[in-house]
């Protein structure tokens, strides 16, 4: 039986490869209204309150990815409230009305859909209470209903969130609660190899599946922490170091959880990478993914 990775597992910052290093922290900060957290040697760490959601590296020197290549297809960045979300979708809507690619209710939450300056997808969403959700035979039902961008902000946008997304809060800082990475979806080459890497070897459970097309699967009984499709991607070999997708966090509440995930990873052959702190390892199409113990 294939070992799991613990229920209270969740997804830490994703990490981005820019060209324009300026451009892309004030995308995240002026129109997604995160905070940048920290600045150094070339990068930005933007997030709420003291938790990484984007880490930006300037890379200047490297090419584009080309659409049809293995990647990131999004960082899907939840919010506590729906006032919170529709603070986050006027802001992008005011300050960067072009990224704007669509919306949908999938059943389990509430999403909206850009695309950064630099190509990179962004889902912005909200979470309805885990009570609510549809399970049929360990398969969490999703769909992709249709979701009125302004019937959502009339309805959930107060007069605060309008004046903040539009200002931007006073002094720095989100007065909103919570954001985190909820999920990564990654454009891949195959689903088969996928489930075989993340659920059977990674540990990861299956919670929906779309055939061969896309795959979403989660710790801990969640929508799901990560999804894989081919859309785009079909048929996509290992990818070269370019723009895009720098690498994946994983968050294990314990250090034996990582120290379990290490030696279940070298077992089947994955090379893992320990530096006594993390585990990282390539997925079958060279996305890095990095396995770290939660912080409180």
Same mark, same amino acid.
């Given at each position: 039986?294939?070992e799991?990775l613990?229920?209270?597992?969740?997804?830490?910052?994703?990490?981005l490869r820019?060209?324009d290093?300026?451009g892309?922290t004030?995308?995240?900060?002026?129109?997604v209204?995160?905070?940048? $957290?920290?600045q150094?040697g +070339?990068s930005?760490?933007?997030?709420?309150?003291?938790?990484p959601v @984007?880490i930006?590296?300037h890379?200047?020197?490297?090419?584009?990815?080309?659409?049809?290549?293995?990647?990131l297809?999004?960082t899907?960045?939840?919010? &506590?409230?729906?006032?919170?979300?529709?603070?986050?979708?006027?802001s992008v809507?005011?300050?960067a009305?072009g990224?704007?690619?669509?919306s949908?209710?999938?059943? @389990?939450?509430?999403?909206?859909y850009?695309t950064?300056p !630099?190509g990179? #997808?962004? !889902?912005?969403?909200?979470?309805?209470?885990?009570?609510?959700?549809?399970w049929?035979?360990?398969?969490?039902e999703?769909?992709?209903?249709?979701?009125?961008?302004n019937?959502?902000l009339?309805?959930h946008?107060t007069d605060?969130g309008?004046?903040?997304?539009?200002?931007?809060a006073?002094?720095g #800082?989100s007065p909103? #609660?919570?954001a =985190? @990475?909820?999920h =990564?979806?990654l454009s891949? +080459?195959d =689903?088969?190899?996928?489930?075989?890497?993340?659920?059977?070897?990674?540990?990861f459970?299956t919670t929906?599946?779309?055939?061969?097309?896309?795959?979403?699967v989660s710790?801990?009984?969640?929508?799901?922490?990560?999804a894989?499709?081919?859309?785009n991607?079909?048929?996509? +070999?290992?990818?070269? $170091?370019a723009?895009?997708l720098?690498? =994946?966090?994983i968050h294990?509440?314990?250090?034996?959880d990582? +120290?379990?995930?290490?030696?279940?990873?070298?077992?089947?052959g994955i090379?893992a990478?320990?530096?006594?702190?993390s585990v990282?390892?390539? &997925?079958?199409?060279?996305?890095v993914?990095?396995a770290?113990?939660a912080?409180?």
């Amino acid at each position: 039986m294939t070992e799991l990775l613990p229920a209270d597992s969740a997804m830490g910052a994703v990490t981005l490869r820019v060209a324009d290093l300026d451009g892309m922290t004030a995308y995240y900060r002026d129109a997604v209204t995160l905070d940048v $957290l920290a600045q150094a040697g +070339g990068s930005t760490i933007l997030g709420r309150g003291s938790t990484p959601v @984007v880490i930006l590296e300037h890379a200047p020197e490297l090419r584009h990815a080309a659409p049809h290549e293995a990647g990131l297809f999004h960082t899907a960045v939840l919010f &506590d409230s729906e006032e919170a979300l529709a603070a986050a979708v006027y802001s992008v809507a005011t300050r960067a009305p072009g990224t704007f690619t669509g919306s949908a209710d999938h059943l @389990v939450s509430k999403a909206f859909y850009f695309t950064d300056p !630099e190509g990179n #997808g962004v !889902e912005l969403y909200w979470d309805r209470d885990r009570t609510t959700w549809s399970w049929t035979h360990g398969q969490v039902e999703m769909g992709t209903l249709y979701l009125d961008p302004n019937d959502f902000l009339r309805e959930h946008l107060t007069d605060r969130g309008a004046a903040l997304a539009t200002a931007g809060a006073p002094g720095g #800082g989100s007065p909103f #609660g919570s954001a =985190v @990475v909820g999920h =990564v979806h990654l454009s891949v +080459g195959d =689903v088969a190899s996928a489930r075989e890497f993340y659920v059977d070897r990674l540990g990861f459970a299956t919670t929906a599946a779309l055939g061969d097309q896309a795959l979403f699967v989660s710790a801990g009984g969640y929508h799901h922490h990560m999804a894989m499709n081919t859309w785009n991607s079909r048929g996509a +070999g290992r990818r070269q $170091l370019a723009l895009g997708l720098g690498q =994946v966090e994983i968050h294990v509440p314990q250090a034996d959880d990582l +120290g379990e995930l290490s030696e279940r990873m070298r077992h089947y052959g994955i090379e893992a990478r320990d530096d006594g702190r993390s585990v990282t390892f390539d &997925d079958p199409w060279a996305n890095v993914v990095r396995a770290v113990v939660a912080t409180s």
